[in-house]
């Protein structure tokens, strides 16, 4: 398809926004069968064909109506770097100019696709190179597809089975409708028909989106970027524990909805000399009594402009250890990409913050 006029932009719909039932009615609007809808689903979600001229099962009259009166918007590959453990880190323009980043994580043992939801994030945790950016603007339900569809197309994995995780730029528990828009698409039977299993969705506790999230009919797999045992220690890294505390957040996952023999993954940030004593391990453990949990920690990635360090192998493992003794399924996540800034916490896009002054910080980051 051309690439429309910005008149064009604003009144012609863009398929990569419509779920499958919103399809179906515009078709049904412009006089076409509304099952037309689910070819279509196949031929930009399967195939990752987006001009109508190769949907060569719909008639010649339904594809000339789609190139005159649609668009399909893709984000562009602004550039890829591929780190020594297989790691791709893409950043991908998108229709504004804006640039989000999205990462692909080969055999973890499975394909993975780490996506954002917001260019930059409003969280501000203490140690995250995004939350440096501030909240630029929300990255909408086509933009969230359309990382996984470049991502898939660029990688020929179009027909390997794949995960995604939301743990990319964003917060998206802050992006709600959008997100969960996303995910919609993303589960079409007649799309990609990715089944939840496969998808995580990872997030600071934004309280009232989470009891909403535990509603939901699509229900991804959950965690809780939790980094702290306790609400003195946690306000101080994650700002909106101030608003929702450890308790109230804790209390929300033992509510939440599992599958049998699924557990919630507490994400912890390990960094040294701040949460990381034998104490805060304890008082994880004990905080986690009753929660089907496991934990995830992630030694941080330092990074300049991040005022904390990586604590040293023997803390990591003795924190790891006192958690396992207490019979906590637990985890150590093997940082992936970290000579291309693709790792946790490191996904910023230079010349996009809000706030000139945090310049100087991320000057390291050149780009
Ligand atoms: N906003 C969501 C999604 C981002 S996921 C969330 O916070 O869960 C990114 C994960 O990487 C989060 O667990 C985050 O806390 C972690 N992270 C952020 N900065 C990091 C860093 N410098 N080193 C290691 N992990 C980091």
């Not at 692909?104 to 939350?131: E, N």
């Not at 709600?176 to 995580?200: C, F, N, Q, S, W």
């Not at 300049?304 to 604590?311: D, K, L, S, V, Y």
């Amino acid at each position: 398809m051309h690439d429309p006029d910005p008149v064009d932009q604003q009144t012609r719909p863009d398929l990569a926004e419509l779920e499958r039932p919103a399809l179906e009615a515009w078709l049904r609007a412009h006089d076409h069968e509304p099952f037309r809808a689910r070819q279509i689903f196949r031929w930009l979600y399967r195939h990752g064909v987006t001009d109508p001229a190769g949907m060569s099962d719909l008639s010649i009259g339904l594809r000339a109506t789609l190139a005159a009166e649609c668009q399909v918007s893709t984000p562009q590959i602004a550039s890829r770097e591929r780190s020594g453990d297989g790691t791709e880190k893409f950043a991908l323009r998108l229709g504004d100019g804006r640039v989000i980043e999205s990462v692909f994580i080969p055999d973890t043992p499975a394909m993975t696709f780490c996506v954002s939801t917001q260019v930059g994030c409003a969280m501000a945790c203490a140690f995250c190179l995004t939350g440096k950016m501030g909240l630029v603007r929300h990255v909408t339900a086509g933009e969230i597809v359309g990382q996984v569809r470049v991502l898939a197309n660029a990688l020929d994995l179009q027909s390997t089975p794949f995960n995604i995780v939301l743990m990319g730029m964003g917060e998206p528990l802050h992006n709600y409708d959008e997100t969960m828009k996303a995910l919609r698409i993303l589960a079409d039977e007649h799309g990609m028909a990715l089944p939840m299993r496969r998808v995580t969705l990872s997030t600071v506790g934004v309280l009232p989106a989470l009891e909403r999230l535990a509603r939901e009919p699509l229900m991804p797999n959950l965690a809780i970027s939790l980094h702290a045992p306790t609400d003195t220690l946690r306000g101080q890294l994650v700002p909106i524990n101030r608003k929702y505390g450890v308790a109230e957040i804790i209390d929300a996952c033992k509510r939440f909805p599992l599958k049998r023999r699924n557990r919630i993954t507490f994400e912890y940030v390990l960094l040294a000399g701040v949460n990381d004593s034998v104490e805060d391990a304890r008082r994880l453990a004990a905080l986690l009594t009753g929660v089907r949990a496991k934990v995830n920690v992630i030694p941080l990635n330092a990074a300049a402009g991040i005022p904390f360090e990586r604590p040293s192998d023997a803390a990591i493992d003795r924190f790891a250890r006192t958690l396992a003794d207490r019979g906590v399924v637990v985890s150590v996540r093997k940082s992936r990409g970290r000579d291309i800034r693709a790792a946790c916490g490191q996904l910023i896009v230079e010349g996009q913050r809000r706030s000139p002054g945090q310049a100087l910080a991320l000057a390291a980051f050149g780009g």
